[in-house]
């Protein structure tokens, strides 16, 4: 009996709680409150920090998310390292499966965003494969320019918009 | 996969016979007419007095009806109803002339006097006469007998002969929209589909919102909407059942299908298809279910609208560069650019009389809705705005809705769309009030036939 673990739930949930934005960590609570139950294979953390391998790792620790400029899709020389990071962690979890969203800012037509945040996530995918992940780990999703990670119409909002985060798959 | 969401009742059927009455004088004059092809034009007053009530059950209707022929005549811009206050005299029979010495005084150039009637089993009987005052002659008339529950039809169909009537094209106050309903800040909104009529009444939500759904439009016989749905987060094209509230995934795609819209004769559903960051045109024949690639190309196709005849579509295209119109046959074949203007655009519609395309155009960061014709001469754009997106048609391809947004602040909040419809003229822009946001407008392609 570890008496530790109920203690490290809620504080992955509140972490998860002052992490979140909008729908990319939607299942972050229920990806820590499994990974906590089953276990796990590491062993225990301080309370405070997040559980190795799970979604609030990747989120503090890895980084969840690259970004793109205006109607771009090719990964900058910095979102190839963050990208980098994800392969690594996922050779660190070979249970983990994963979801990359692309998303877009809100300055285009919604159709056309749905596309370019579907060749957004393609294009993280395409790289996370290339570094030897395999393909069936990784799935893709475009929310186009519905899911917005920050409010607000202006440049900073938007560049923070154009994005793909990689979320765990708990399917 | 199957669903269920409340059903829609569809509407009886309305049984319409035309009044004919020998005309009692010749006119004296040209023809009481309003050419709506020439911008900004003078409203033309008329008069819409309550219709004459046979009894206390009718009354109700008698009031409605007229208040709903002339709020339908007044949005159109073409008319201005006069205030009822003003008027010298009520109608008193639907058989005899009116007086049209109490009339000509308000400048009323057209009149309407109707009737409506509780038949012995409850049916609604409505009849109208469309007098030209000044010529006093009778222009049109008709008699409508159907369900009680059923009255606003009724007024729209009567406003319908009217706009016919006065303008010489088709009316378009019996039809309906599908749209998005939308509310709550940027970054959490809840979006469901929903239908009402075209002037706001009636107005369901079909879906709960707890799925993101978008872009639904009507087949021919508006029996069924194809919409994107994300149900388990994967957006798929479905087929949203009115009646029965069934929803139907259309094909086995391994990815995102997306941006689905009727052939006209409603035997097919074209839509893309995203796999590894390319969106290409698929047709899927809705019988025998067969996926018909149109485009191949690593650029993204999206957009598709047939032309009402079928053999062309309109799309929009990123393979030049940025975001720009097409035009292929059907079966995929001479794809060709049309637009060459600054800026990108997107979102085509072809207008049901083949004449136009509409479309969204963003140039220098505004957004801008404009009709160019079919080989794209003759851009011009109709209104702007931080955000107007996805223009739809009015069945008689001279009224055009679209959605407006503003910009939205750091809780997310001031960003809500809104729905707006605007005459082909770039005149008359009015907001359709919903209850609450709404984006994604489709009109209905023609009354409800039946």
């Known amino acids: 009996m570890r008496f530790n673990i109920p203690g490290l739930v809620v504080a992955a949930f509140v972490l998860a709680a002052c992490s979140s934005t909008g729908d990319d960590s939607a299942n972050s609570g229920s990806t820590g409150a499994s990974s906590a139950s089953s276990g ?51 050779k660190t979890y ?62 900073s909002a938007w560049a923070q918009n154009r994005r793909a985060v990689v979320v765990i798959n708990a399917n | 996969m199957m669903m269920t969401a409340p059903p829609v009742r569809t509407l009886f059927a309305v049984l319409a016979v035309l009044l004919f009455t020998a005309p009692l004088t010749l006119p004296a004059r040209a023809e009481l007419t309003v050419d709506i092809t020439q911008g900004n034009i003078e409203p033309l007053p008329i008069a819409v007095p309550n219709f004459i009530a046979s009894d206390d059950v009718a009354r109700r209707f008698s009031i409605d009806i007229a208040q709903v022929i002339s709020d339908n005549l007044e949005r159109s811009g073409l008319f201005r109803p006069i205030d009822k206050q003003a008027f010298i005299s009520q109608p008193q029979s639907l058989g005899v002339n009116p007086r049209f010495a109490n009339w000509k005084p ?81 970054d959490r909104r809840v979006k469901r589909l929903s239908i009402m009529d075209q002037d706001g ?23 069924e909407i194809t919409y994107l749905a994300y149900f388990n987060d994967q957006p798929r094209v479905y087929l949203f059942n009115i009646d029965t509230g069934e929803q139907e995934l259309l094909g086995d795609f391994p990815g995102m ?145 679209f959605f407006r947004q503003e910009k939205s602040d750091a809780r997310g909040l001031g960003g809500t769309p809104r729905l707006f419809s605007i005459d082909l003229t770039g005149f008359n822009e009015r907001e359709l009030g919903t209850p609450v946001g709404g984006s994604d407008p489709a009109w209905s392609p023609g009354p409800l036939r039946q």
């Open chain 1, 40 to 90: 796990g294979n590491q062993t225990a953390t301080a309370p405070t920090g997040p559980k190795p391998g799970t979604q609030q790792d990747l989120e503090v620790n890895i980084g969840d998310r690259v970004f793109f400029a205006f109607d771009k899709s090719n990964l900058t020389a910095d979102s190839r390292t963050v990208v980098e990071r994800w392969a690594a962690w996922l």
């Open chain 1, 94 to 155: 070979p249970a983990n499966k994963v979801v990359i969203q692309g998303n877009t800012d809100e300055r285009g037509t919604r159709e056309y965003n749905l596309a370019l945040g579907e060749r957004r996530a393609d294009s993280a995918r395409d790289y996370l494969v290339s570094l030897g992940v395999d393909s069936n780990r990784v799935k893709i999703v475009s929310f186009g320019k519905e899911r917005p990670a920050v409010p607000g119409s202006n440049e």
């Open chain 2, 106 to 186: 308000l400048n009323a150039q057209a009149l309407v006097v109707g009737e409506v009637n509780i038949e012995p089993n409850g049916a609604l009987r409505a009849s109208f006469r469309l007098w030209d005052v000044f010529a006093e002659n009778q222009m049109t008339g008709l008699s409508l007998t159907t369900t009680q529950a059923n009255w606003r039809r009724v007024a729209h169909i009567i406003s319908d002969t009217i706009y016919e009537r006065i303008t010489g094209e088709a009316g378009y106050f019996d039809t309906r929209i599908v749209y998005i309903a939308e509310n709550g800040p940027s």
């Open chain 2, 201 to 223: 009444a009636n107005h369901r939500f079909l879906t709960d919102g707890k799925t993101l759904v978008l872009t639904p439009r009507f087949s021919p016989t508006q029996q």
């Open chain 2, 257 to 401: 299908t997306f941006a689905p819209r009727f052939s006209p004769d409603g035997d097919s559903v074209i839509m893309s298809f995203a796999e590894g960051g390319n969106s290409d045109i698929h047709v899927m024949d809705l019988r025998t279910r067969r996926v018909r690639r149109l485009t191949d190309n690593p650029a993204i196709d999206t957009g598709a609208s047939y032309a009402p005849d079928g053999r062309k579509i309109v799309f929009e295209s990123d393979r030049g560069g940025s975001q720009q119109l097409y035009v292929m046959n059907s079966d995929g074949g001479g794809q060709q650019r049309i637009s060459f203007g600054d800026g990108r655009y997107g979102t085509p519609v072809w207008s049901p009389r083949g004449d136009l395309i509409a479309f969204t155009k963003i140039f220098r960061g505004t957004f801008h809705i404009g009709v160019m014709r079919p080989d794209g001469s003759g851009e011009r754009l109709l209104t702007r705005g931080f955000l107007v997106e996805g223009p739809t048609w009015a069945p008689n391809g001279r009224v055009l809705m």
